[in-house]
């Protein structure tokens, strides 16, 4: 009896803990739905909950997948200067519609905002879930966001008469095996990207500010407002499908011992207007 009744305990006990973590992974899923719903597609979030135990696999294996950086140029010394003129509202009424355009230009082909930080926005094509032809998707998703972003020009806060600061954006693209995973516990776990094809793609949208600078050939869907730079190891996937400044000089990368090669993208060879996804 007495080994029957630890048996038992020890079968309660188990049953308790295992009942526990169940009640914790329901909670930290509910919490990630509540942070990603709106800016992932219901499909790609589905995704990452259904897949929860391999996310958090230390061993997971890294996918092929495209990661883009985006940035408003200028956007701190404009909250800055509306902040100083008692004008704040209108860049919050701003950024709302900036993050509403750029998520329907994401959301359309079949990409991801992983992360928003002021103005700064990261973007995963091909994670959580496999995305087919995710360097030309995100390409393409580049080229809404800038036509979006030409169309925000009118509601820029800095563009009235007397005060003109244009407004313009930078966005980096590169692709290359990465890992995506589910790291940390309780209050402070998050699904997260890993890997040096992150930090290259944010090198890649900092050199935007530079390149801004050098005359562009005419052509292209991208307005004068916008850069937007590949990586060549991206641009040589989709070459056949996109039009390109290929006169940019390589640049050197903190953490990268060779130069970056990039390319500017200056449209896509489809008619987006008329294009589904």
Known sequence: LPLAGTLLAGGISGAVITAERAIFVERDKRMLRQRFSGVMSPERLQAVLDNWQALMNPDRPEKRAAVMFVDIRGFTHATERLMRERRSPEMVRFLNAYLDSMSEAVIQEGGVIYRTFGDGLLILFGVPEPLHDHAYKAARAAVRMALAGQRLQSLWPLSSPGSAEPFSIG?????????????????????????????????????????????????????????????????????????????????????????????????????????SV
């Open 171 to 275: 966005i980096g693209l590169n692709e290359w095996p990465m890992i995506d995973a589910i790291v940390g516990r309780g209050r402070r776990f998050d699904y997260t990207v890993l890997g040096d094809p992150v930090n290259t793609a944010s090198r890649i949208e900092g050199y935007c500010k530079t390149v801004m600078e050098f005359p562009r050939p005419a052509g292209g869907q991208v307005p004068e407002n916008v850069t937007v730079l590949l990586s060549y190891e991206l641009y040589e996937q989709i070459r056949d499908r996109v039009l390109v400044d290929d006169s940019i000089p390589p640049f050197e990368a903190r953490g990268k011992e060779q130069p970056v090669r990039v390319v500017r993208l200056l449209g896509v060879n489809e008619d987006l207007s008329i294009l």
